[in-house]
């Protein structure tokens, strides 16, 4: 299995997920989902973009 960098993209969406979770759990900032998932979805945002080239 070849790894390959996420493009500018994936990366940028992924740290946008990261963020807003991070800003649910000190509790700054609401939209009805649990931070936990959320930043779980950053993670396999960012490992498909590791993990599929030209994703």
Same mark, same amino acid.
Do not use: E
């Given at each position: 299995?070849? /790894?390959?960098?996420? #493009?500018? /993209? !994936?990366? *940028? %969406?992924? %740290?946008?997920?990261? !963020? *807003?979770?991070?800003? *649910?759990? *000190? &509790?700054?900032?609401?939209? &009805? @989902?649990?931070?936990?998932?959320?930043?779980? !979805?950053?993670? =396999? @945002? /960012? @490992?498909?973009? #590791? /993990?599929?080239? &030209? =994703?």
């Amino acid at each position: 299995m070849n /790894l390959s960098a996420p #493009t500018q /993209l !994936v990366f *940028i %969406i992924s %740290i946008f997920l990261a !963020v *807003i979770s991070i800003l *649910i759990f *000190i &509790g700054s900032f609401s939209i &009805g @989902v649990p931070s936990f998932w959320l930043m779980f !979805v950053a993670y =396999i @945002v /960012l @490992v498909a973009g #590791t /993990l599929f080239k &030209g =994703i």
